[in-house]
């Protein structure tokens, strides 16, 4: 059964997102809702799975207006599948996909069927169920160093909370693009619906530093009940000695403790980002394995393209 935005029982919707054991900070409506309304290309929708009439798994996916036969569950990287309880449900039922697809599959067991490819990528997560004060102790020497020097500097974390601040973040994000001349850039319709929905939702945590009411970095977290995922990150070039970056992480390092979250998920490092991955180990973060489940048809499509 697949059902719209408009028909979806978003309670039932915000239960299985809030108390699923595979449900990632990628399932949050607002997020979902964040992509939708900032592109003309895609339709936000909603594979329902029931059982005796009562639904044991929901998985959002995004259709192409252009291509309605394409389903593509995940955008942007960002992990997909069906949220659900019951590990053993899945036994019985149909392999019903019928669309070219891609889905980034993080702890969806489900999705071990037939007709579709997978290949292997890596995360990198920090354990949070430990005090702040013994994880500050696991960074690098360096690491530890530069978030002292931050605070000694007078950089300050906040939550975004004006249009100002936001015109800041996409100039900041601009000299990102232009320094490593990425092809397909975020829109800034997606950092407006950001922005909009981190008003009014805790899942969606949108953080600047700034050094004498300058924004010089800006990083995105998206939230669920026991996961934080570090989703957009860039700081300003001429700003970067203060380190405005490390600081945000510091803080939610100290969020995520206080408020009993089991992990930061600091994401995927691209093939051959050699300083994306020594920064990311500074931070005594444990890689971990996921898939990206493409359709036979869609991963043909992939390749040829």
């Keep these: 059964m697949y059902k719209n935005l408009d028909k979806l029982n978003k309670k039932e919707y915000e239960y299985f997102?809030?108390?699923?054991?595979?449900?990632?900070?990628?399932?949050?409506?607002?997020?979902l809702e964040s992509i939708a309304n900032s592109r003309d290309d895609l339709v936000l929708k909603f594979s329902i799975l029931e059982k005796d009439s009562k639904t044991i798994a929901i998985m959002p996916f995004f259709t192409k207006k252009?291509?309605?036969?394409?389903?593509?569950?995940?955008?942007?990287?960002?992990?997909?599948?069906?949220?659900?309880?019951?590990?053993?449900?899945f036994t019985n039922i149909p392999k019903h996909y019928?669309?070219?697809?891609?889905?980034?599959?993080?702890?969806?067991?489900?999705?071990?069927?037939?007709?579709?490819?997978?290949?292997?990528?890596?995360?990198?997560?920090?354990?949070?169920?430990?005090?702040y004060e013994y994880i500050f102790t696991k960074l690098h020497s360096k690491t530890r160093n530069q978030i002292r020097k931050a605070y000694k500097e007078n950089v300050e974390v906040y939550d975004i909370k004006d249009t100002n601040e936001l015109n800041s973040v996409l100039g900041i994000y601009n000299q990102l693009v232009q320094?490593?001349?990425?092809?397909?850039?975020?829109?800034?319709?997606?950092f407006e619906q950001l922005y909009k929905f981190s008003l009014k939702s805790n899942n969606i945590i949108f953080k600047v530093a700034k050094l004498n009411d300058k924004v010089i970095s800006y990083s995105v977290f998206l939230q669920n009940s026991k996961s934080i995922f570090y989703w957009l990150n860039a700081s300003d070039s001429q700003y970067l000695k203060y380190n405005g970056t490390n600081i945000i992480l510091d803080n939610m390092l100290k969020y995520a403790t206080k408020n009993d979250f089991l992990e930061v998920n600091m994401g995927a490092i691209p093939l051959d980002n050699n300083g994306l991955l020594h920064f990311k180990s500074r931070w005594n973060a444990n890689e971990k394995e996921y898939k990206i489940y493409d359709s036979k048809l869609y991963y043909l499509l992939k390749r040829f393209r």
Aim: net charge positive; charged share 15%.
């Design 17 to 31: 997102f809030n108390n699923a054991f595979n449900s990632t900070p990628f399932h949050s409506l607002e997020f």
């Design 179 to 190: 320094k490593h001349n990425i092809k397909k850039p975020y829109s800034k319709n997606l």
């Design 66 to 89: 252009i291509f309605p036969f394409i389903m593509i569950s995940s955008v942007y990287g960002c992990y997909g599948g069906y949220m659900f309880f019951d590990k053993q449900i």
């Design 98 to 131: 019928k669309f070219i697809s891609s889905i980034v599959n993080y702890n969806d067991t489900l999705l071990g069927i037939r007709n579709f490819n997978f290949e292997l990528f890596s995360t990198w997560i920090i354990d949070t169920t430990k005090s």
